[in-house]
């Protein structure tokens, strides 16, 4: 449900944050994953953000994935 949550970036970062920038590819994997489990047809593992996002992707199961990118 956090993961989800549509102000998350906001909540967590200044409108000007430098983190945001330094964030930027776990931003989009985290975008990229909430539209894969909506989907529910697609495997997250398969999806090319969340493979740049992290190399060991092949050996994390979902929860691993959601914790790391919160």
Do not use: C, S
Not at 43 to 48: A, E, H, S, V
Request: no cysteine; glycine share 2%; hydrophobic share 45%.
């Amino acid at each position: 449900m956090l993961l989800e949550f549509e102000y998350l970036l906001d909540w967590i970062y200044a409108p000007h944050n430098e983190f945001i920038q330094k964030r930027a590819v776990a931003i989009t994997a985290r975008e990229k994953l909430i539209a894969a489990i909506r989907n529910q047809g697609i495997d997250y593992k398969q999806i090319k953000e969340l493979q740049e996002y992290h190399q060991h992707l092949d050996t994390m199961n979902i929860e691993q994935l959601v914790a790391r990118l919160l």
